[in-house]
């Protein structure tokens, strides 16, 4: 499955969830808008690398200045003790938060360096994690553990997953480091050990930071530099 693919499966996604989104209530600037809230601000990359498609509008076929399904959402992390900067791509279709492991003797690798962290604590967890459209490359996870700072909240000891570096080369991510999977799982078969399914939005209600298991998303301009989710 294409990066193309997946951001327009992200789009189809956010239209679904927002209409079943309680929790989530944003101001114009306030990075946390009430007790059991959380709201992030969001960027966004554009790849227009490819051919933009014509479109044909009243029976005149006319050139796309731009194509916002190829465009995909990001938000700033830090994970670790001391913390690194991670940038994770939002994702409706994967239910697992997963980071790739950078490797320092490889020039321009980046990631999350594991033997830089104090704090991280291997799960003694690994498995194969994959989308269900046959197209896309399957993924080798190792469950880890460690503390991760989102917006301007701290969560101690989250489940979370690394890709070992090559295996993180399958999938192409020259811009970001990660995912956040806001999914869920597929079905009972799905691989995905316990305790790290969905982990991101499961440990926030749990500890209280938020209400609901449930997000919104707010698209103030197609410029995204006001987006929040």
Not at 15 to 22: E, G, K, M
Not at 116 to 132: F, I, R, V
Not at 140 to 165: R, V
Request: net charge negative; glycine share 6%; aromatic share 10%.
């Amino acid at each position: 499955m294409s990066f193309h693919a997946l951001r327009a499966l992200f789009f189809q996604g956010t239209v679904l969830l927002a209409a079943f989104a309680f929790a989530v209530v944003t101001g114009d600037d306030a990075p946390e808008s009430s007790p059991g809230v959380i709201s992030l601000p969001l960027s966004f990359l554009q790849d227009d690398s490819d051919v933009l498609p014509k479109h044909t509008k009243r029976h005149v076929e006319v050139d796309l200045q731009r194509d916002n399904l190829n465009r995909y959402f990001y938000v700033n992390v830090t994970i670790g003790t001391p913390a690194q900067s991670l940038l994770l791509s939002v994702d409706t279709a994967m239910d697992v938060l997963w980071v790739k492991e950078r490797n320092e003797s490889e020039s321009g690798s980046t990631g999350f360096l594991k033997d830089k962290s104090t704090t991280l604590k291997p799960a003694g967890k690994a498995w194969a994690s994959k989308y269900q459209q046959t197209a896309c490359p399957t993924i080798y996870l190792e469950g880890q553990q460690d503390d991760m700072t989102i917006g301007s909240t701290k969560i101690k000891d989250l489940n979370f997953a690394m890709a070992p570096n090559p295996s993180s080369k399958t999938m192409s991510m020259a811009d970001i480091d990660g995912y956040v999977g806001l999914g869920m799982k597929y079905d009972e078969a799905s691989t995905t050990p316990d305790g790290f399914s969905n982990s991101f939005m499961n440990t926030l209600f749990a500890r209280q930071a938020i209400q609901r298991r449930a997000f919104s998303l707010n698209f103030k301009s197609l410029r995204g530099d006001a987006d929040s989710m």
